[in-house]
Nanobody, 118 residues
């Protein structure tokens, strides 16, 4: 199983980016999917999550600016990030709670860098 993120980059404050994460491999089904981020010198923190049915939750720091969505047919989760701030600079990781046959495991992507300049 692989989770591959894309869409990171350098953007000015106030700008937008859209991250994508595709899950592939021997996947039976995917439960929740989410986005996390880790800034230099800080612990990884949760950003947003979405259930199979489309229910969403957000960290207070991104609520109203970020939108998580998913395409179940494509095993893909997205993170639309608007009104970006320098404090959003981090490596963004996607994660998925999924079944590979009878086993249920959380998988991580390799991360994509987001840099917001002031």
């Amino acid at each position: 199983v692989q989770l591959v993120e894309s869409g990171g980059g350098l953007v000015q404050a106030g700008g937008s980016l859209r991250l994508s994460c595709v899950a592939s491999g021997s996947i039976f089904s995917i439960n929740a999917m989410g986005w996390y981020r880790q800034a230099p010198g800080k612990q990884r923190e949760w950003v947003a999550a979405i259930t199979t049915g489309g229910s969403t939750n957000y960290a207070d720091s991104v609520k109203g600016r970020f939108t998580i969505s998913r395409d179940n047919a494509k095993n893909t989760v997205y993170l639309q990030m608007n009104s970006l701030k320098p404090g959003d600079t981090a490596i963004y990781y996607c994660g998925a709670d999924l079944y590979t046959g009878p086993e249920r495991t959380w998988y991580w992507g390799q991360g994509t860098q987001v840099t917001v300049s002031s």
